[in-house]
């Protein structure tokens, strides 16, 4: 422990004694309530997953520390990777056998963009958890325009309609507004894209000849690895970005930056990471899948029990340096429900990290297809598809009936409660037109969400269209 990785004190390979109860009579038999988790043998167990330092990480390190992994048979190591390609490759070549991974990874994979491997997950890990972050210099220009309430702090949510001016500025005078976001499919990516396209700020797109997404671009938007991105702002490289925590509040510790508006503002509750493992591993081991996604489900209930209760725990366990490895008091701004904008500006928002309520770890097609109509609104999907696609994509991706096994296990056991869980649904959440913008999003009716965008592909527009170009 301490150094680079995490690994279980104990892991001698474990000698079966009992056969391997199959994932088909799991399935047979969890109607009759007879499945217990002592028959439930995983067929590999041990396991190394990895994870990049962001607080949304928690599940894993909750899993790894409070023995959830062990109580299933597992013997976890825990690996934090360099950037979050590195991470997606490894899991494709068996080197991890799953991962942290932005909602985004194992949706672009299985179309093949950027890579192609066919890429699932079982466990959504957490709702919210991201911000925007503009530099001091960006801040100063803008807080004379922002309305503010009665005891002069800004009023918030701010949008990105009080950076056009700056952007229009810096364009003016031959210069180019950067920002930096993590990975070209990532939420902060299509989050920062959404925010900047809701004030009038073309964020670029991306066409199967210019991968850089700044096609017809007023804000440039470039990737910057999370643990990276407050050096980068202070260096002046980037004006802004989007990321996940502690690195919003780092810059507000370092005396740097100033975060604008949290994701929670821009989508109330929006899926953000999932826990992804290849097609290949959910078939070849479906005991072992079922285990990790037990242990990972009452992970994400202990991080939310009792109003947060376990919170500054999971603070301490996150700041060591073999997981996020900043200052407890950084997380602890983020993750114990509160999120500073300005140094002293603290606010309550307590639902800024979500691991367990709201079904956040229920794997939704609905929040599958939100990704997707991204990718093509900013041209990562070259050409128009019907909702069907979207549908077939959702469903060969995110995997509610792996979830719903293992939660119906842990009901059995007794370690979680009926109620906490959607056993009725479709897989879609209803309509929702809780976006900064109020555009509703239906995730049975994609086509229909993207023609409301003013900026946007939509239709059979390509990144070379004039419409589209003109947004």
């Not at 078939?283 to 209760?309: F, G, H, M, V």
């Not at 928002?349 to 990718?375: C, E, G, H, K």
């Not at 093509?376 to 070259?382: L, M, N, P, T, Y």
């Not at 009926?418 to 037109?433: H, L, N, S, V």
């Amino acid at each position: 422990m301490g150094k680079n990785f995490v690994k279980a004190a104990t892991s001698p390979t474990r000698r079966r004694t009992l056969g391997i109860l199959t994932a088909s009579l799991v399935a047979a038999t969890l109607a009759c309530g007879t499945v217990q988790a002592a028959e439930l043998i995983p067929e590999k167990d041990e396991l190394k997953f990895g994870f990049i330092k962001l607080t949304d990480m928690a599940p894993l390190a909750i899993a790894y520390e409070k023995g959830f992994f062990e109580d299933e048979g597992l013997f976890v190591t825990l690996e934090p990777q360099a950037n979050w390609k590195v991470l997606l490759d490894r899991v494709i070549t068996g080197e991890l056998d799953g991962a942290h991974m932005l909602a985004g990874q194992p949706l672009a994979a299985t179309i093949g963009y950027g890579t192609q491997a066919h890429i699932v997950t079982p466990f959504s890990m957490d709702l919210n958890g991201n911000g925007i972050t503009v530099s001091n210099e960006v801040w100063e220009m803008m807080k004379p325009s922002i309305p503010t309430m009665e005891d002069g702090r800004p009023q918030h949510p701010i949008k990105a309609d009080y950076l056009k001016p700056i952007v229009e500025k810096f364009r003016a005078e031959g210069k180019t507004f950067n920002m930096g976001m993590v990975f070209p499919v990532s939420t902060h990516n299509y989050e920062l894209r959404y925010w900047l396209a809701a004030g009038g700020i073309h964020p670029g797109y991306y066409s199967a000849d210019d991968i850089s997404g700044q096609i017809s671009a007023d804000a440039f938007l470039s990737v910057t690895p999370p643990p990276q991105m407050p050096a980068t702002l202070e260096a002046g490289t980037i004006h802004g970005y989007c990321v996940g925590e502690p690195w919003n509040q780092q810059a507000v510790f370092k005396g740097i930056g100033v975060p604008v508006i949290t994701d929670y503002e821009i989508w109330k509750d929006n899926p953000e990471k999932v826990f992804g493992i290849t097609a290949e591993f959910a078939e070849k081991y479906p005991n072992t899948t079922l285990a990790l996604t037990k242990a990972l489900i009452r992970a994400a209930q202990w991080l939310d029990e009792s109003d947060n209760a376990n919170r500054a725990e999971a603070v301490e366990i996150l700041a060591r340096s073999e997981y996020v490895g900043a200052d407890a008091e950084v997380i602890a701004n983020s993750m114990t429900g509160t999120f500073e904008y300005e140094r002293g500006d603290k606010r309550d928002i307590p639902d800024f990290n979500v691991f367990f309520r709201y079904n956040a770890t229920y794997p939704y097609y609905s929040d599958a297809v939100w990704y997707l109509t991204q990718m093509r609104r900013w041209g990562q999907i070259g050409e128009a598809k019907p909702d069907s696609w979207y549908a077939s994509v959702a469903e060969k991706v995110y995997r509610p009936d792996i979830y719903l096994q293992a939660a119906r296990l842990l009901v059995e056991e007794g370690r979680v409660s009926e109620e906490d869980f959607p056993w009725e649904t479709d897989g879609y959440r209803p309509p929702t037109d809780a976006f900064i913008d109020g555009i509703v999003y239906d995730g049975q009716a994609p086509n229909t969400y993207l023609r409301q965008f003013p900026i946007g592909l939509k239709e059979n527009e390509t990144a070379g269209t004039s419409s589209a170009t003109n947004g």
